[in-house]
């Protein structure tokens, strides 16, 4: 009999504790929702990345490293580091007033930038009536893909190309493509890509998560 009085009082006290939290939740409630909730993890936010000599030598090394028999299958560089080493011939397409040329990764795509004067970029024709709208020095960016087509050769797909705030058509990409290629352009080349010579180890590259994935061509 006192056995179960005190198991009837221990059910009465753990009754009335309960009615008090569910009382009192307001004020404790949240307190312990912080506590428990699991922050993400931080992402570290790609920032435009300046191109530079020092940054090609950390583009040949890393190369250079692919050609190793001991070395990695594969191995992550930076955007500026890539296109420093790798994007030179693009980057001259620009013009020979480009300046502060940087690069960047955004999801899957490569992204350049530079200040260029328009008419060495575009030339007097190329832009057709937006030619009135932007001219003189502006910001330049392209944007695009980089393909491996066989060992010693690449492309780069422009697939978005902006001068200051205003987004070209993509009609004109293919004509201001030929334009800065000039006659370097092949047979294999797309019309809207620019030509692009990489050391032959190279097999494979793929951008995202802000860095450049190199892979060694494996016979």
Known sequence: MFSCLGKLGCLVVVL???????LTQDAW???????????PPAVAEAKWEPLTAEGAARGRAAFEKLTEKSGPVYLNVSAGDFASFVLDSVVHG????????EAIVRDDRLYLRAEVNVSDFAGPNALG????VVYGRQELTVRGRFEV???G???FRVDEISIGELKLPGALIP???ARIAMNERGGTIAADAL???????????RVGKGHVTLYKNVP
Do not use: E
């Open 195 to 205: 030509p692009v010579r990489v050391p032959r180890t190279l097999g494979d590259v």
């Open 129 to 132: 009536p937006l030619s009135g």
């Open 16 to 22: 009335a504790l309960a009615a008090l939290a569910w």
């Open 175 to 177: 004509k201001l493509i």
């Open 29 to 39: 409630l949240p307190k312990l929702r912080a506590r428990l909730a699991t922050a």
């Open 153 to 155: 050769h690449a492309q």
């Open 149 to 151: 087509l066989k060992p």
């Open 94 to 101: 620009f013009g020979k007033g480009a300046a502060g040329v």
